[in-house]
Structure formats: structure tokens, C-alpha cells
């Protein structure tokens, strides 16, 4: 890595152009000189310039292009197109994301001491999550910067990929290819993901069933153009406002520890470009008003990869998924139910609050994976609840089997899979089963003609992990299909042991 590497921080946009105020503020503020940052926006209704003139310093560092195109290009064709600008180090920031100032130094001082690596990832983040602000650790696809060297180890993004995925399928390429710094330090989290910040996504590839979100799209645009004064054109000035009042607050969270390391925000400056700090307090969850949300929206396609069920809680599942459970339980009784998979706690907590009589044992290990260590429920709020207990511990491990062996001895058990390997954890405690209970696999289909129907043509669900197609079969000598098939809706498989 030569000592003053080239940066180049890459934005792409469509239809935020409340978010870009701030980007430019942020670029502003790097800390860091031999940088260029580049916007590519698609949006055939409006184009962006930046008049530096009226500034004390240079601003020819910043390129902003406006693609002639009637329609949206594919993300994953439009994040190409910033490889061919003359760059060292490549940083992708989504139009409302945030990093902080120390982001490019804080990488560079890694590349320059370990001169092989090929890509930087500290799987610490903050993250904006329904009024809140906290530090996360997990895994975000686009949260690493990579050189020039690591591209062309890895390639370009699949253009062939029209809708999202494209960074999780560039990523998957950079980590079988790459030479990866990955690291867990909260001290020196400087990215934040704005998960609830704005309805809108990069790039979205069509604008069917959004009227609503062109709306509030239209009524931004307006506000622009009756500031600036322009039929179609918004000329963009850096809002320093509203980024400094996000890292005040990162900086906030950083020092706090126990009860005060999540705290709450507000959105101002157009409902989502900057954060105030407030008191709040979460209400534990309503089951009657999840159930009646839930079976309101049954019928909805994928639109993330998660739902909220209240606020401050979040789980993976599709929004339908806790009215189809709901049913399910009332038509079958259980002592225990075996949970894999706890991910970030939403179904956990949904799951011990609609069966409070049930003992519900939820497992899930957090390994070292590129030294990702993972904390993403709230322990405190599971001690709330007396029928739930968790467990740090690797489902496939014997002393693990052993001790669900003994959890769920002469109780009747419900199972449900939804760890890292759903259809191993099938096959490892369908044998220890008992006749007549339920196992359950989440992101499945039971078919190609399931897979086809839920996944491609109804678009119920973006993750096929389960059941039919993956590597490991599933091992049905034993069950019977339980012909559950609102839950199979929800991509929930359902067998019952003979």
C-alpha cells in the first residue's frame, strides 16, 4: 500500500435527495486529504450539482453524475460503474448511511500495517433501528472498504443480479478470494447503517405498489425546488447540521455501557438526515395487536428481511409468520419448545409471550467467523420472561444434544430450526424427537414448484434455506408432512414424527 493512497468514497442515489446534504457534509469531514468522493444517481425525474463557489476551500474533490437513463439502472451494474475511477481504496456508502470521521484512517492505518490484506471489516456498527441508536455487532455486506488488488481477485458485481442481492453475492466472492482483515472492536465502530431512517432503498428497480413513497418522495423534491429554485435541479449544499448531531450522539453512545448504551432518537431535518438523544422506555409486547398486524398483512410480498412486532423488537421472519404461528398453536399443545436459531430475539420473545405455560429454550452460538462475534438480542429483556431460558451453545455439539435430550425427556415438544444449517439441525434431533410432535424449518420450500411459486413468482420471502435444494437433504424417514400450509405460506416447513 503506498503512504497516501487514492480513496474514493462511492455514492449511489435514486430518489433521496434529502440524504445528500449530509453525505457531503460527512465527505467533508473525513479525516483524511487524498480523497474523491463520487455520486452516480439514476433518477430520470431529478438532477444534482454542487456549487462549490461560495466556500473558502477547494471542493474539486467531489464529482456528482447524473445518468441520462428513462428508467432506474440495477444497482449492481451502477456500483461497477465507480471501478473504473483511478482509486487505491474503495469505500461503498449508501446515499443514507453515515461514517464517521476516523473511517478511512482508521483502514488505512490496518492496510499500511499488514501490506497483504486486500479488504478492512470491523463487524462493529452503529445502527438506527426504530427510534434508536446503538452499537451492533453483526454482519453488513457493504460495511468493509477494498483495494484495487482485491477487486480484481473477486470481480466486478454480477450485473446479471437486477434487484438486491448484489452485495451479498459480491461479498461472498471477496471472502472465497480475498485476504480479509476482519475485526470486533466497538471503540472503533465508525459506520452507520440508518436501517429505519427512510422507506426508500438505492436504486429500487421498480416503483410498483409505492404511490405513497413517490408521494413523500414528490413533497421532498418540492421542498427543494422551492428553496433552490429550480424546474427540475437541485443544486445540493453540505447540511453540517445534521451530520455533526449524528456523530455528537455515536460518540454519546460509545462512552455508555449497561442500560445506557441504547439510546433514543429522534428523526429532524426532513424526518430522517439528523438524530437528537431522548429519554425512552420500550412497552413489553402486545400479542393481540401483533396477531391482528400480522394477519393484516399475510398477503404481502418481501420487502426486507426482517418485521418489527413492537417497538424495539425485530426478528427475521416474514410479517405474516406470528398470525400463522399463533393458529398453529392454538391447535396444538406443547410443554417445551426447542428453538435454533435466536438470532436478534423478535420471534424468541414473540414465541414466550404467546405461550407462557411452554417452556421455550432457545439456543444459539455466536462462533468467531472472519472474527465476527455476534450480540444481537437484548439479554435484559429475556430476563423478563420466566418460561424463557438461552443458551450460548452450538446445537450440533454432543453436550449440546445431551443436554436437549434432557430439557425435552417425557415433555411434549415443539421443534423449530432456524439456525445456520436448518436442515442438519432437522437431521441431528428428528431422531430424538418423540412420535407425534412438530418440527419446523424456516426459509423453506418444500419443492421446485414451492420454491418457484413462494420465492420467485410471490416473492414471499428472499432467503432459501431449508427443505428442498440445499446440500444437506433432509432426512424424512421418520415424519410425515403436516400439510401446514398457512405456515408454509410464511416459508415455514411443518413435519410431524410417526
Known amino acids: 500500500m503506498k503512504s497516501d493512497p487514492r480513496v474514493l468514497v462511492a455514492v449511489p442515489t435514486y430518489g433521496r435527495p434529502h440524504f445528500l446534504p449530509r453525505i457531503i457534509a460527512n465527505f467533508d469531514r473525513l479525516q483524511y486529504a487524498n480523497k474523491k468522493l463520487v455520486i452516480i444517481n439514476d433518477d430520470p425525474r431529478t438532477k444534482y450539482s454542487f456549487n462549490p463557489d461560495s466556500f473558502s476551500h477547494s471542493w474539486n474533490n467531489i464529482n456528482i453524475v447524473n445518468l441520462e437513463?428513462?428508467?432506474?439502472?440495477?444497482?449492481?451494474?451502477?456500483?461497477?460503474?465507480?471501478?473504473?475511477?483511478?482509486?487505491?481504496?474503495?469505500?461503498?456508502?449508501?446515499?443514507?448511511?453515515?461514517?464517521?470521521?476516523?473511517?478511512?484512517?482508521?483502514?488505512?492505518?490496518?492496510?499500511?500495517?499488514?501490506?497483504?490484506?486486500?479488504?478492512?471489516?470491523?463487524?462493529?456498527?452503529?445502527?438506527?433501528?426504530?427510534?434508536?441508536?446503538?452499537?451492533?455487532?453483526?454482519?453488513?455486506t457493504m460495511d468493509f472498504s477494498i483495494t484495487k488488488n482485491g477487486v480484481n481477485k473477486a470481480g466486478k458485481f454480477n450485473e446479471d443480479i437486477?434487484?438486491?442481492?448484489e452485495d451479498a453475492d459480491w461479498w461472498h466472492r471477496i471472502a472465497n478470494t480475498c485476504n480479509i482483515h476482519g475485526f470486533?472492536?466497538?471503540?472503533?465502530?465508525?459506520?452507520?447503517?440508518?436501517?429505519?431512517?427512510?422507506?426508500?432503498?438505492?436504486?429500487s428497480h421498480c416503483c410498483e405498489g409505492k404511490q405513497e413513497e413517490l408521494n413523500n418522495l414528490s413533497q421532498f423534491v418540492g421542498n427543494y425546488l422551492a428553496n433552490n429554485k429550480y424546474e427540475k435541479y437541485i443544486n445540493l449544499f453540505p447540511d453540517y447540521e445534521s451530520y455533526d448531531s449524528v456523530i455528537e450522539l455515536c460518540n454519546k453512545v460509545k462512552e455508555c455501557t449497561g442500560d445506557k448504551s441504547m439510546l433514543a432518537i429522534d428523526w429532524i431535518n426532513d424526518q430522517c438526515t439528523g438524530i437528537i438523544q431522548k429519554s425512552h422506555d420500550y412497552p413489553p409486547i402486545d400479542i393481540n395487536e401483533v396477531i391482528s398486524l400480522s394477519k393484516s398483512r399475510l398477503e404481502d410480498s418481501c420487502k426486507g428481511n426482517d418485521s418489527e412486532i413492537c417497538p424495539g423488537i425485530r426478528a427475521q421472519q416474514h410479517p405474516g409468520a406470528y398470525y400463522a404461528l399463533n393458529k398453529f398453536f392454538l391447535r396444538n399443545k406443547f410443554d417445551c419448545l426447542i428453538e435454533i436459531g435466536t438470532g436478534s430475539g423478535g420471534l424468541t420473545e414473540f414465541l414466550c409471550t404467546a405461550l407462557p405455560n411452554v417452556e421455550v429454550h432457545s439456543f444459539d452460538s455466536y462462533p468467531l467467523v472472519c472474527a465476527y462475534t455476534q450480540e444481537r438480542f437484548d439479554q435484559k429483556r429475556f430476563d423478563t420472561y420466566s418460561n424463557l431460558t438461552y443458551y450460548n451453545l452450538d446445537c450440533f455439539e454432543e453436550e449440546t444434544i445431551k443436554k436437549i435430550?434432557?430439557?425435552?425427556?417425557?415433555?411434549?415438544?415443539?421443534?423449530?430450526?432456524?439456525?445456520?444449517n436448518k436442515n442438519k439441525e432437522f437431521n441431528t434431533y428428528m431422531p430424538i424427537s418423540k412420535p407425534g410432535e412438530f418440527?419446523?424449518?424456516?426459509?423453506?420450500?418444500?419443492n421446485l414448484k414451492k420454491y418457484t411459486e413462494l420465492y420467485q413468482e410471490k416473492k414471499r420471502?428472499?432467503?432459501?434455506?431449508a427443505g428442498w435444494g440445499p446440500v444437506e437433504s433432509l432426512n424424512l424417514d421418520k415424519v410425515e408432512w403436516a400439510n401446514e400450509t398457512l405456515l408454509e405460506y410464511c416459508v415455514w416447513g411443518v413435519y410431524k414424527r410417526h
Open 184 to 203: 470486533e472492536n466497538k471503540k472503533l465502530a465508525d459506520y452507520v447503517y440508518w436501517f429505519s431512517g427512510s422507506n426508500y432503498h438505492v436504486s
Open 405 to 420: 435430550q434432557e430439557l425435552t425427556a417425557n415433555k411434549k415438544t415443539c421443534w423449530m430450526f432456524d439456525g445456520g
Open 162 to 165: 437486477l434487484g438486491s442481492g
Open 461 to 465: 420471502w428472499r432467503w432459501h434455506e
Open 69 to 140: 437513463n428513462e428508467i432506474p439502472m440495477p444497482i449492481s451494474k451502477k456500483r461497477n460503474l465507480f471501478l473504473d475511477w483511478d482509486w487505491d481504496v474503495i469505500f461503498y456508502l449508501d446515499d443514507d448511511d453515515v461514517f464517521l470521521p476516523d473511517r478511512i484512517t482508521n483502514h488505512l492505518k490496518i492496510y499500511n500495517k499488514y501490506p497483504n490484506i486486500d479488504v478492512v471489516k470491523n463487524a462493529s456498527f452503529f445502527i438506527t433501528h426504530d427510534g434508536t441508536l446503538s452499537i451492533n455487532n453483526s454482519f453488513l
Open 439 to 446: 418440527l419446523l424449518l424456516h426459509d423453506f420450500a418444500r
